[in-house]
């Protein structure tokens, strides 16, 4: 069940391909109402991976992900 919590809450989140190493390994983080967050990086990195996860485009291997207090892994 959704919270009235707008933040956006990530930890421990992981993807893995068949193959090649971790797209995204064990990333933390939590952006508040209001803030501004970018991802920067090297490409391969895993920033699009990432925010795909975040907008359930793209399941997450392991770890949780809640925006707005959805549970974007099991919901």
């Known amino acids: 069940m959704a919270s009235q ?6 930890e ?9 190493p971790r797209a995204v390994d064990g990333i ?7 803030e501004i967050y970018g ?3 090297p490409n391969g990195a895993g920033k699009s991976t ?3 996860m975040l907008t359930t485009l793209l399941p997450p291997t392991s770890g949780t992900a809640r925006v707005g207090g959805f549970d974007v892994v099991k919901e």
Do not use: A, C, Q
Not at 5 to 10: E, T, Y
Not at 12 to 20: D, I, M, N, S, T
Not at 28 to 34: A, Q, T, Y
């Open 5 to 10: 919590d707008n933040s956006i809450v990530v």
């Open 12 to 20: 421990g989140l992981v993807r893995e391909f068949k193959k090649g």
């Open 28 to 34: 933390d983080l939590r952006v508040e109402p209001g």
């Open 39 to 41: 991802f920067l990086g």
């Open 50 to 52: 990432t925010v795909l």
